[in-house]
């Protein structure tokens, strides 16, 4: 199994930055996909960015060109820095891992709890 634990979330004002970072412990040779995904108050979980093994990455549109997201496969961590936010970025962000198995058409997912970023104005 896989788990994964973030940190690195708080509160920052409209135009600073936070970095976000997700280590992934236990059966870290299956995961093929990593990434993040938010939720806020009253809207669904959407994507906000994910890379690949061989690190190709999708970031969500209202947020390209301000996150960057990054992999360290020695360490097994996945990094979300965050910079120019914005009062809409604020959410619970969850670390999110896929596997993909040879088996099915869908990947299984692993989640983190979450960590919360509040942006005031």
């Known amino acids: 199994q896989v788990q994964l634990v973030e940190s690195g979330g708080g509160l920052v004002q409209a135009g600073g930055s936070l970095r976000l970072s997700c280590a992934a412990s236990?059966?870290?040779?299956?995961?093929?996909?990593m990434g993040w995904y938010r939720q806020s108050p009253g809207k669904q979980r959407e994507l906000v960015a994910t890379?690949?093994?061989?690190?190709?990455?999708n970031y969500a549109d209202s947020v390209k060109g301000r996150f960057t997201i990054s992999r360290d496969y020695a360490k097994n961590t996945v990094t979300l820095q965050m910079n120019s936010l914005k009062p809409e970025d604020t959410a619970v962000y969850y670390c999110?891992?896929?596997?993909?198995?040879?088996?099915?058409?869908?990947?299984?997912?692993?989640w983190g709890q979450g960590t919360q970023v509040t942006v005031s104005s």
């Open positions: 890379i690949t093994t061989v690190g190709t990455t």
């Open positions: 236990g059966s870290i040779f299956v995961i093929n996909v």
């Open positions: 999110n891992a896929k596997q993909l198995l040879s088996y099915s058409n869908t990947p299984r997912d692993y």
